[in-house]
């Protein structure tokens, strides 16, 4: 890479923090941060060193040394930043869940498509190193096909309707804040997209999905089963199983470990990449892809199935966003 790239943040909450944190790009920098509140933002750009902070997105979008914009502003405002992103001729790494349904994401990949520049979801299980090395060493030590994949994810929040994970203005519910992830997990192993062979939801009093289990199948064969949930804490556990063995993975949306159970009974721990590092890798291959180093399709085809998933499990339980109606 031979040309310095430089970040703009659109959104200065917990997340934007981390981003900045843990940024260390060799040819990268965050240049700009903007807020809708010039006082907060240069706040944000004093305690991360950045050289420049702005009190509104367009005044930020159009700054024409900005290379690529990383958002992070709530999921319900998504769609909107991203679009006036890539109209600025900017590239863009969004935060999870990049929009909140399929046509939202269409808008914006064709909009990306058509502009020629690369639209990114921000999730980590793409590009945690560890992943890749699972799926090399199923080959190495020909476990044969893939079989199975489950997911589980559950978070307790406290039941309070005006918080934004129960309010169904703000498109709160499982499905687009924890069940992305473990849906990015399985299509992260699955070769080829999946469909829903059956689904269950269970309703909060507010009218967001509290609960869901969701079970998926694809032309070659593969299945998956993920279970979600707000209302219990459970691990977030995933297991890949294929013909000849078993790989289980702790805390999957940023694991660096997981652990090999052959049909033998034998077992191999498998280590790679950094937890820490996460964001600094989804960071990296991003920037890789605006140098041309490496090849985003794969990884938005993932996002768009993962986003198609979603959309599909909610018409199945005729439910939808306020917006929709």
Known sequence: MTKNLNWGIIGL?????SFA??????????????????????????????????????DLLADNKIDIVYIATPHNYHIETILAALNAGKHVLSEKAITMTSAELKQATDLAKEKGLILQE???????????????IAEENKLGKLKMVQASFGSFKEPDPTNRFFNPNLAGGALLDIGVYALSFVRQFMTATPEITGSAMNLFESGVDESETISLRNANDEMANVSLTFRAKMP???IVAYE????TV?????????????ADGSVKEIIAGHSKQAMNYEIKDVQDMVSGELDPKPFLEKTVDVMSIMTQAREQWNYKYPFEK
């Open 250 to 262: 702790y805390d999957y949306p940023r694991a660096n470990k997981a652990t090999l159970v052959f």
């Open 236 to 238: 977030k556990i995933g």
């Open 244 to 247: 000849g063995g078993y790989f």
């Open 13 to 17: 909450g917990n997340i934007a923090h």
């Open 122 to 136: 921000a999730m980590t299980v793409y590009h945690m190193p560890l992943y890749q090395r699972i799926i090399e």
């Open 21 to 58: 944190t843990y940024f260390d790009q060799p040819f990268g920098d965050i240049y700009a941060a903007g807020s809708r509140d010039l006082e907060k933002a240069q706040t944000f750009a004093n305690e991360f060193n950045i050289p420049h902070a702005y009190g509104s997105y367009e």
